[in-house]
């Protein structure tokens, strides 16, 4: 996903902070439910792994017993270490045979069920966790407000529902599965080392806090490169993202070979970060094989001597061959799992991250929260006054002492240059964000107090740029409306004049579009955009700009099929060719956030302001503005692109 740096900019960075146990939280919240499940999976490790240890005991045990001439003694002295009654063990040779491998099929045998139970346990438990918390994180994102979907942050929350949550997954099986392997087997095998020989043991488990110690150090130097690893190949994945969403402008500028070189450097930053972390990483496995190795070497030593000559130096007591052979195999076996603790403490660091990261975005309080006792909207007239609005995203106003009213049925238009804040004045009828000042109401009630459900289905949005779903044709103009029938979607698409070129794609209404589906033209995706607000019969009806970037044909066709959506419904039009809205009731002409000019199209002609003037270009009646225009224009440029250096620094 896109490279994210989460020391930058981070939008749950204050959420985050205020989270102290996340993984805590995490088994807490979410694992409860699934308690059986990885109960059974940790008992099944358990046994399992206590059984991995049998096979090394038992041949311990069959040498001395089986092949030794004095075995009989020695069968029944050892068993017990097995936990059976001594009535129950073969005394002759042959049978303590046949015991033994007994003994070691059903050890297999049973190792490989625990083996499958303790895989079910984990896996249903990690996989039902991520299941949940990607979903659940997923429906906290939905309720967001809109400042969090700039393009920036949808990289983020893209990032969060799919790289940390699948993290904590393999920390979840992965991760907590070692645990209990390793914790199993380093404990069992001191335990059984020092049961049989705890001299013995003493000097094979003489490198283990040496070997701890240096595992310590590694992960210490390990740890921020591979956090570099991780930085740079954010910042290759955003350059890449970057230049292939824009390889049509790359292209047509001619910088191919400039671009060639920036992928370059960034690919080099991340290679370089990589072999940095490689280089410590394959010194240390080898590094840890000395140090085993001496281990082992020093038991050999020791035991050997222990077993031709009795006990060397001061050690005493009595080592068997058998019990050698124990030695030998269990010190081999634990020496590794110890090497292997670093990468689950590596594990577990990453996957406390990635829950901070998941909390962080659940604690975001929605900023627009509903009131207990909110009524649902009943719009009647639909009637919409705003009452002296100022709103700015950021602490700039962007609108300020917005003052109008429409009565129902009736239509509004705005218009003004780019930027004046027409989109955001109707963003707030929707409630995308909260007025600062004043109030909006429909037919009496504050947008504020109802519920953003029946505020939203009473307000029908078609916008410029008509998004489509992946799905059918008939799916996108239900949207909504999901439990319409064939023939409401055929009358919807008929008024939106959409049916005859429905008819003609290859499936008809049952033609995949979207992403990934038929390419539809800007003209018929607009269109299937009206069908939908037709069928959704909305009260209140916003058209943003809905009839640019196509041509003058379909423009007629739309603005045909608008036209008869918009009969006896309040209707707010932005336009910038102002010929689509001059017959509105009435025209306010936004400049710089406020209302400069209002009133119908004949009286703003009359006027001879800024609409008048627009009006004649656009009409071909004078060729360019005056200058007075002109010059307002270009502060206005200079304002926003002031604004958006600004907003790099
Ligand atoms: P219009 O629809 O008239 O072109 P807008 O309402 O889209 O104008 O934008 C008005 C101003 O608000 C512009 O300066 C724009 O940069 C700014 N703006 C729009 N959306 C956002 C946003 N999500 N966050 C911050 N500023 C925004």
Same mark, same amino acid.
Request: charged letters at 20%; glycine letters at 8%.
């Given at each position: 996903m896109s490279g994210v740096d989460?020391?930058?900019?981070?939008?749950?960075?204050? @959420?985050?902070? =205020?989270?102290?146990?996340? %993984?805590?939280?995490?088994?807490?919240?979410? !694992?409860?439910?699934?308690? $059986?499940q990885v109960t059974v999976g940790v008992l099944a490790s358990v046994f399992a792994r206590l059984l991995d240890l049998l096979p $090394?005991?038992?041949?311990? &045990?069959?040498?001395?017993?089986?092949?030794?001439?004095?075995?009989?003694?020695?069968?029944?002295?050892? &068993?017990?270490?097995?936990?059976? $009654?001594d009535a129950w063990l073969p005394t002759a040779q042959v049978d303590q045979f046949w015991f033994t491998i007994? +003994?070691?099929? *059903?050890?297999?045998?049973?190792?490989?069920?625990?083996?499958?139970?303790?895989?079910?346990?984990?896996? /249903?438990?990690?996989?039902?966790?991520?299941?949940?918390?990607?979903?659940?994180?997923?429906?906290?994102?939905?309720?967001?407000? %809109?400042?969090?979907?700039?393009?920036?942050?949808?990289g983020e929350m893209m990032s969060i529902l799919s790289n940390d949550v699948n993290r904590l997954e393999r920390f979840l099986n992965d991760g907590m599965n070692s645990v209990f392997r390793l914790?199993?087997?380093?404990? *069992?095998?001191?335990?059984?080392?020092?049961?049989?020989?705890?001299?013995?043991?003493?000097?094979?488990?003489?490198?283990?806090? +040496?070997?701890?110690?240096? #595992?310590?150090?590694?992960? =210490?130097?390990?740890?921020?490169?591979?956090?570099?690893?991780?930085? #740079?190949? !954010?910042?290759?994945?955003?350059?890449?993202?970057?230049?292939?969403? *824009?390889?049509?402008?790359?292209?047509?500028?001619?910088?191919?070979?400039?671009?060639?070189?920036? +992928?370059?450097?960034?690919?080099?930053?991340?290679?370089?970060?990589?072999?940095? /972390?490689?280089?410590?990483?394959?010194?240390?496995?080898?590094?840890?094989?000395?140090?085993?190795?001496?281990?082992?070497?020093?038991?050999?030593?020791?035991?050997?001597?222990?077993?031709?000559? !009795?006990?060397?130096?001061?050690?005493? *007591?009595?080592?068997?061959?058998? %019990?050698?052979? +124990?030695?030998?195999?269990? #010190?081999?076996?634990?020496?590794?799992?110890?090497? @292997?603790?670093?990468?689950?403490?590596?594990?577990? @660091?990453? /996957?406390?991250?990635?829950? /901070?990261? &998941?909390? !962080?975005l659940m604690d975001e309080p929605s900023k627009l929260a509903e009131d207990r006792d909110a009524e649902e909207l009943a719009v009647d007239e639909g009637e919409v006054v705003y009452d002296d609005v100022s709103f700015g995203y950021?602490?700039?106003?962007?609108v300020e002492d917005v003052d109008f009213e429409v009565e129902g049925g009736e239509t509004l238009a705005l218009v003004g240059p780019t930027g004046a804040g027409k989109s955001t004045v109707l963003k707030l009828l929707l409630r995308m964000y909260d007025v600062d000042d004043g109030e909006i109401r429909i037919d009496g009630?504050?947008?504020?107090?109802?519920?953003?459900?029946?505020?939203?289905?009473?307000i029908g949005y078609v916008g410029q740029s008509s998004y489509l779903f992946y799905g059918t044709v008939r799916e996108n103009i239900t949207y909504g409306t999901f439990d319409a029938t064939d023939e409401e979607v055929r009358e919807a698409a008929e008024a939106a004049e959409a049916h005859d070129f429905i008819e003609n794609l290859p499936d008809g209404y049952d033609t995949m579009v979207g992403e990934r589906g038929v390419k539809l033209s800007g003209g018929q995706r607009q269109r299937i955009t009206i069908a939908r607000a037709v069928l959704t019969d909305p009260d209140i009806l916003i058209l943003d700009e809905a009839t640019s970037d196509v041509d003058t044909e379909t423009e007629m066709l739309i603005q045909r099929s608008l036209d008869r959506l918009t009969t006896d419904r309040t209707t707010f039009a932005i336009a910038h060719r102002l010929s689509t809205i001059k017959d509105a009731d009435t025209i306010l002409v936004l400049e710089g956030g406020k209302i400069a000019e209002r009133g119908t199209h004949d009286e703003l002609l009359d006027n001879d302001g800024l609409y008048a003037h627009l009006w004649g270009v656009q009409a071909g009646e004078i060729d360019e503005l005056p200058q007075e225009f002109i010059d307002r224009a270009q502060e206005r440029t200079a304002r926003i692109v002031e604004d958006a250096e600004s907003d790099d620094d």
């Open positions: 989460w020391e930058e900019d981070d939008p749950f960075e204050e @959420q985050r902070d =205020k989270i102290e146990n996340p %993984m805590k939280r995490l088994f807490v919240e979410y !694992g409860r439910d699934y308690a $059986p $090394p005991l038992m041949l311990g &045990i069959a040498l001395d017993a089986i092949f030794r001439s004095d075995g009989e003694a020695q069968f029944s002295e050892q &068993i017990p270490l097995v936990v059976l $009654p007994a +003994v070691l099929a *059903g050890a297999f045998l049973f190792g490989a069920g625990f083996h499958w139970v303790r895989n079910w346990g984990f896996n /249903a438990f990690a996989q039902n966790i991520q299941h949940d918390v990607r979903t659940d994180t997923y429906d906290q994102m939905q309720r967001l407000n %809109m400042d969090f979907f700039s393009d920036k942050q949808t914790s199993v087997m380093v404990v *069992g095998i001191s335990v059984l080392l020092f049961w049989i020989n705890w001299q013995l043991a003493l000097v094979a488990l003489l490198p283990v806090p +040496v070997i701890a110690g240096f #595992t310590y150090l590694f992960i =210490k130097i390990i740890q921020p490169k591979y956090a570099e690893v991780r930085s #740079t190949v !954010g910042k290759m994945n955003s350059r890449l993202e970057n230049n292939l969403g *824009g390889i049509q402008v790359i292209k047509a500028a001619n910088t191919e070979s400039y671009e060639s070189e920036r +992928v370059d450097d960034v690919s080099f930053d991340y290679f370089d970060a990589n072999w940095d /972390a490689i280089e410590t990483r394959i010194k240390f496995f080898p590094a840890l094989r000395v140090l085993a190795g001496i281990g082992f070497v020093l038991t050999f030593i020791v035991g050997g001597l222990w077993v031709f000559q !009795g006990p060397p130096g001061p050690f005493t *007591g009595e080592l068997s061959e058998g %019990m050698f052979v +124990v030695f030998i195999l269990y #010190t081999q076996r634990f020496i590794w799992p110890m090497a @292997q603790f670093g990468q689950i403490i590596n594990m577990y @660091q990453r /996957a406390r991250a990635s829950s /901070a990261r &998941i909390f !962080g950021d602490d700039e106003t962007i009630q504050n947008v504020s107090d109802v519920t953003l459900r029946s505020l939203r289905r009473s």
